[in-house]
Nanobody, 124 residues
Framework: VQLQASGGGLVQAGGSLRLSCAAS????????MGWFRQAPGKEREFVAC????????YYADSVKGRFTISRDNAKNTVYLQMNSLKPEDTAVYYC??????????????????WGQGTQVTVSS
């Protein structure tokens, strides 16, 4: 599967952005999906994930209550709605797909396919 992330940009603190990740292929609905981010000089970190069915979601503590992950399997797309953005949310955001449907993973190494990333910059 090929993933294409979009929707990043420059926003002031307190603002909102909605990221999208469009997937190619007919098997999107069988993958668990995740969003990760990587700030300069830091390791890639987990942000949020959603089960293939949309029935379960998990969030990093740093974004819980501010970010919402969702998916539309009919459109082969996963979203990340980001509200109340903070300067520390500045990073390149990546979407990823995991073929393992049984376990909804938070680990970077468990994901099999990655998008190219989209830059989110939050100014103070």
């Amino acid at each position: 599967v090929q993933l294409q992330a979009s929707g990043g940009g420059l926003v002031q603190a307190g603002g909102s952005l909605r990221l999208s990740c469009a997937a190619s292929g007919r098997t999107f609905s069988s993958y668990n999906m995740g969003w990760f981010r990587q700030a300069p000089g830091k390791e890639r970190e987990f942000v949020a994930c959603i089960r293939w069915s949309g029935g379960s979601t998990y969030y990093a503590d740093s974004v819980k209550g501010r970010f919402t992950i969702s998916r539309d399997n009919a459109k082969n797309t996963v979203y990340l709605q980001m509200n109340s953005l903070k300067p520390e949310d500045t990073a390149v955001y990546y979407c990823a797909a995991d073929r393992n449907r049984v376990v909804l993973s938070l680990a970077v190494d468990d994901y099999d396919y990655w998008g190219q990333g989209t830059q989110v910059t939050v100014s103070s």
